[in-house]
């Protein structure tokens, strides 16, 4: 059944999971829960819209066998980037209360006064803000929640990119 799944398919359900995730974030967590994003949070958004780009041109491309190989190469490193990324805010999340490193000045500011290198080192390494847990679902933070998407995502991507492709018509 799977091996039926048409490339452009699997790439619009990946679109569509990016789309609901960033609804889910900006509308619902932002919006209505009033929560702000920590730089850390910011970092892992980048990361899903820059899956759901990369898997809207391939679903609009529709390429053959190879060219849905590296769509889905490039999503997975999307993935597996902000993976990688909400694995640190999870770990942060779990450091003792002593060893949670103190708070840093807002993204906004960094980007208007530090040089983006320096604020992406600052941004990556995270902040006490990254290590404070706001809101949870059935047990789990928000990095917990989006690192189970991003696997999620990753597993999908790496199936895409080494499956068995049906014949084009």
């Given amino acids: 059944m799977l091996r039926s799944l048409s490339p452009r398919l699997v790439f ?3 679109l569509l999971l990016a789309i609901t995730s960033m609804l889910f974030a900006r509308v619902f967590l932002q919006e209505f829960m009033e929560l702000e994003a920590c730089p850390l ?15 809207l041109i391939a679903m609009l491309h529709n390429p053959a066998e190879w060219g849905n190989r590296f769509y889905a190469a490039l999503c997975g490193l999307c993935a597996a980037g902000g993976g990688a990324v909400a694995a640190r805010h999870v770990w942060l999340q779990h450091l003792p209360p002593d060893q949670v490193p103190a708070c840093g ?7 208007e006064t530090l040089p983006f290198s320096e604020t992406l080192s600052i941004v990556l390494m995270g902040d006490g803000n990254c290590a404070e847990t706001m809101w949870t679902f059935m047990g789990l933070s928000i990095p917990e929640q989006t690192l189970i998407l991003f696997a999620v995502t990753t597993v999908v991507c790496l199936w895409q990119t080494f ?6 018509d």
């Fill in 12 to 14: 619009a359900g990946l």
């Fill in 41 to 55: 949070c910011m970092t892992q958004r980048v990361f899903v819209v820059a899956w759901g780009v990369v898997a």
């Fill in 105 to 111: 000045p807002s993204l906004e500011y960094m980007l």
């Fill in 163 to 168: 499956r068995a492709y049906p014949e084009r």
